[in-house]
């Protein structure tokens, strides 16, 4: 029979690949893995948008075949945290002097009175053909919706929309400035949900007062129980010690048995708390079976800013969390805003800045890192079955120039491939130098010495 794509000699590792039984495009299983922990080349099948062969070697034809010469298949990497809404906007009105998540607000505020829909969406999707380019196909974006227009939430709607074909898109209805932080917010959040949003955000570090900020977490577990939607927050996103929302997000998520629903987002503070507080809620938080979102780059920029020397990293706790069992995913969170003017939606980038920000530099640890922009991501999102390379599964993979997770990491490899549904979406030649051979050593003309 004749596939309409056929991979001919990749690496494919087990822990990208999950448990992918050797099937045959004829059905045919032998109810065994077809991958240990080692890579294995092999040729991977795709008919329509789904992977029908996984093997060895494929006995078939295909209308279009790539040959990897041995380069890594890896399920698509996951943007897990990101705002569309402000993306490509660093500058205007102003740039941030202070680097501060404050002042990024109050700027935010500024630029977000003359925002337009098409504005969002013109934005919007620059930086997702950005992340595309470079294997993002799945993204979790917040909304800011406490504007009564609802512009940005409204933009990135229609935005999912567009690009739905080649990226899944998730929008959460995000309070920027608090679901109490005016009279209008909190029917605003639920309207957004009415028109689509697919989670309920939230920011209780940034409500007027702690029982503020206690209220907002427990209306938003509501609407997200009334709408049946996932739950993101923004959770003690700060230097101080003494915020301590997550303890009430881990108390709330037991108490609805919502837990894999449910992410905390940042958790900056978590990385200054005590170590006896620490300790305790790492006690608690396996059994909320939250997820955690870190955003390396932007953690590090925005915090710390207030210390003199030491000065504190600004990350949350993302090893013990892992060596706890605790799924945690990564996320730029900002590209080019008034909150993080850098950033070139390479998830690579953020990956390997929390190798270095985390302390997680063996082998096992940096491989976790990859996880965390992966499957960790996958999971994160809510994706099951979904997500990933095996027989059946959606066709959506991407193809490195490495042979390991590591390598990709080390080099930041080029993204050579992506396969989106089932189709070609992106392909990049990775650079290439070449000496000039009359400015290198000559065999004869070193002095011994």
Same mark, same amino acid.
């Given at each position: 029979?004749?596939?309409?794509?056929?991979?001919?000699?990749?690496? #494919?590792?087990?822990?990208?690949?999950? $448990?992918?039984?050797?099937?045959? *495009?004829?059905?045919? *299983?032998?109810?065994? =893995?077809?991958?240990?922990?080692?890579?294995?080349?092999?040729?991977?099948?795709?008919?329509?948008? =789904?992977?029908?062969?996984?093997?060895?070697?494929?006995?078939?034809?295909?209308?279009?075949?790539?040959?990897?010469?041995?380069?890594?298949? !890896?399920? &698509?990497?996951?943007? !897990?945290?990101?705002?569309?809404?402000?993306?490509?906007?660093?500058?205007?009105?102003?740039?941030?002097?202070?680097?501060? #998540?404050?002042?990024?607000?109050?700027?935010?505020?500024?630029?977000?009175?003359?925002?337009?829909?098409? +504005?969002?969406?013109?934005?919007?999707?620059?930086?997702?053909?950005?992340?595309?380019?470079?294997?993002?196909?799945?993204?979790?974006?917040? %909304?800011?919706?406490?504007?009564?227009?609802?512009?940005?939430?409204?933009?990135?709607?229609?935005?999912?929309?567009?690009?739905?074909?080649?990226?899944?898109?998730?929008?959460?209805?995000?309070?920027? +400035?608090?679901?109490?932080?005016?009279?209008?917010?909190?029917?605003?959040?639920?309207?957004? @949900?009415? #028109?689509?949003? +697919?989670?309920?955000?939230?920011?209780?570090?940034?409500?007027?007062?702690?029982?503020?900020?206690?209220?907002?977490?427990?209306?938003?577990?509501?609407?997200?129980?009334?709408?049946?939607?996932?739950?993101?927050?923004?959770?003690?996103?700060? /230097?101080?010690?003494?915020? =301590?929302?997550?303890?009430?997000?881990?108390?709330?998520? @037991? =108490?609805?048995?919502?837990?894999?629903?449910?992410?905390?987002?940042?958790?900056? *503070?978590?990385? !200054?708390?005590?170590? *006896?507080?620490?300790?305790?809620?790492?006690?608690?938080?396996?059994?909320?079976?939250?997820?955690?979102? $870190?955003?390396?780059?932007?953690?590090?920029?925005?915090?710390?800013?207030?210390?003199?020397?030491?000065?504190?990293?600004?990350?949350?706790?993302?090893?013990?969390?892992?060596?706890?069992?605790?799924?945690? !995913?990564?996320?730029?969170?900002?590209?080019?805003?008034?909150?993080?003017?850098?950033?070139?939606?390479?998830?690579?980038?953020?990956?390997?800045?929390?190798?270095?920000?985390?302390?997680?530099?063996?082998?096992?640890?940096?491989?976790?890192?990859?996880?965390?922009?992966?499957?960790?991501? $996958?999971?994160?999102?809510?994706?099951?079955?979904?997500?990933?390379?095996?027989?059946?599964? &959606? $066709?959506?993979?991407?193809?490195?120039?490495? /042979?390991?997770?590591?390598?990709?990491?080390?080099?930041? %490899?080029?993204?050579?491939?992506?396969?989106?549904?089932?189709?070609?979406?992106?392909?990049?030649?990775?650079?290439?130098?070449?000496?000039?051979?009359?400015?290198?050593?000559?065999?004869?003309?070193?002095?011994?010495?």
């Amino acid at each position: 029979m004749a596939l309409d794509l056929i991979l001919r000699r990749g690496q #494919l590792h087990e822990r990208a690949a999950g $448990a992918a039984a050797s099937r045959d *495009a004829s059905g045919d *299983a032998s109810g065994e =893995r077809l991958h240990d922990q080692e890579a294995h080349w092999v040729d991977i099948g795709i008919d329509g948008n =789904r992977i029908v062969a996984i093997a060895p070697h494929l006995d078939l034809t295909a209308t279009h075949e790539i040959a990897l010469q041995g380069r890594w298949v !890896s399920p &698509p990497l996951v943007e !897990s945290h990101i705002h569309l809404d402000s993306v490509l906007t660093a500058g205007e009105p102003r740039w941030n002097q202070s680097g501060t #998540l404050f002042e990024g607000i109050e700027i935010w505020r500024e630029r977000k009175q003359r925002l337009t829909q098409a +504005d969002v969406e013109a934005r919007a999707i620059a930086a997702l053909k950005l992340m595309a380019a470079q294997g993002v196909l799945f993204v979790r974006s917040h %909304a800011d919706v406490s504007e009564p227009s609802l512009t940005a939430l409204k933009g990135l709607l229609a935005v999912r929309e567009q690009v739905r074909d080649w990226l899944t898109l998730q929008v959460v209805a995000f309070p920027q +400035d608090g679901v109490y932080g005016d009279a209008q917010t909190e029917a605003q959040m639920e309207e957004a @949900l009415r #028109l689509g949003a +697919d989670v309920v955000g939230g920011i209780p570090h940034y409500e007027l007062t702690r029982e503020d900020g206690v209220r907002s977490l427990q209306r938003i577990f509501d609407l997200a129980q009334t709408y049946d939607r996932l739950i993101d927050i923004h959770c003690d996103e700060m /230097d101080d010690e003494q915020s =301590r929302f997550l303890e009430v997000v881990a108390a709330l998520a @037991l =108490r609805t048995g919502l837990g894999s629903r449910v992410t905390a987002s940042h958790t900056t *503070a978590f990385g !200054s708390y005590n170590n *006896a507080y620490a300790l305790k809620l790492m006690g608690i938080l396996p059994r909320a079976n939250l997820n955690f979102i $870190a955003n390396p780059l932007i953690n590090l920029t925005l915090q710390g800013r207030t210390d003199t020397y030491p000065k504190r990293r600004g990350l949350t706790r993302v090893k013990e969390l892992w060596q706890h069992g605790l799924n945690v !995913s990564l996320g730029h969170d900002c590209i080019q805003d008034p909150w993080y003017s850098l950033g070139t939606g390479n998830m690579l980038d953020v990956a390997q800045m929390a190798i270095h920000a985390c302390q997680m530099t063996g082998l096992a640890e940096i491989e976790a890192c990859y996880d965390m922009i992966t499957v960790n991501g $996958a999971r994160t999102l809510h994706l099951g079955d979904t997500y990933g390379i095996a027989i059946g599964k &959606p $066709a959506n993979l991407i193809v490195l120039d490495a /042979d390991s997770p590591y390598e990709a990491l080390r080099r930041r %490899a080029t993204v050579t491939h992506v396969i989106a549904q089932g189709k070609l979406l992106v392909e990049t030649h990775p650079p290439r130098s070449q000496w000039n051979p009359a400015m290198l050593p000559q065999p004869g003309n070193v002095c011994d010495t």
